[in-house]
C-alpha cells in the first residue's frame, strides 16, 4: 500500500497558473504509474493525466492537454500537476493516484487502474 498526500492548491484568477504536488511513501514508487483525476461539485470524478513509472510516458485528456504537464521526480517520491491558463471550469478537487500494477504501459487512465488515493486538494479558479 502507498499513502499519497497532495499539495499545491488554491483559490487563481482564470488564466493564472497552479502546481499541484503529490508525496508517496510506502513502496517503490519509481516502480509505478502515477495519475491526477479531479471530481467538480456535482459531477463525477474524471481523469486528468497520467505518467509512466519512468516518466517518459504521459497522457493527457483533452480537455487539458496543451494547459496541463505531468511529470515525476522519483528521487524524491513526487509527482507534478502544472497547470497553466487556468479555466473556470478547472475548478475542482484535484486527486493524485497510484498505479495497482507495476511498471504497466501504456499508462493507466481509468479509476479502476489505480488502488491508491489521495485525500485530495482543491482547486478553485475565479473567473
Known amino acids: 500500500q502507498v499513502q499519497l498526500v497532495e499539495s499545491g492548491g488554491g483559490l487563481v484568477q482564470a488564466g493564472g497558473s497552479l502546481r499541484l504536488s503529490c508525496a508517496a511513501s510506502g513502496r517503490t514508487f519509481s516502480s509505478y504509474a502515477m495519475g491526477w483525476f479531479r471530481q467538480a461539485p456535482g459531477k463525477e470524478r474524471e481523469f486528468v493525466a497520467a505518467i509512466s513509472a519512468s516518466g517518459i510516458s504521459t497522457y493527457y485528456s483533452d480537455s487539458v492537454k496543451g494547459r496541463f504537464t505531468i511529470s515525476r521526480d522519483n528521487a524524491k517520491n513526487t509527482v507534478y500537476l502544472q497547470m497553466n491558463s487556468l479555466k473556470f471550469e478547472d475548478t475542482a478537487v484535484y486527486y493524485c493516484?497510484?498505479?495497482?500494477?507495476?511498471?504497466?504501459?501504456?499508462?493507466?487512465?481509468?479509476?479502476?487502474?489505480?488502488?491508491?488515493w489521495g485525500q485530495g486538494t482543491h482547486v478553485t479558479v475565479s473567473s
Open positions: 493516484a497510484a498505479d495497482r500494477l507495476r511498471l504497466r504501459l501504456p499508462v493507466p487512465t481509468t479509476d479502476a487502474d489505480f488502488g491508491s
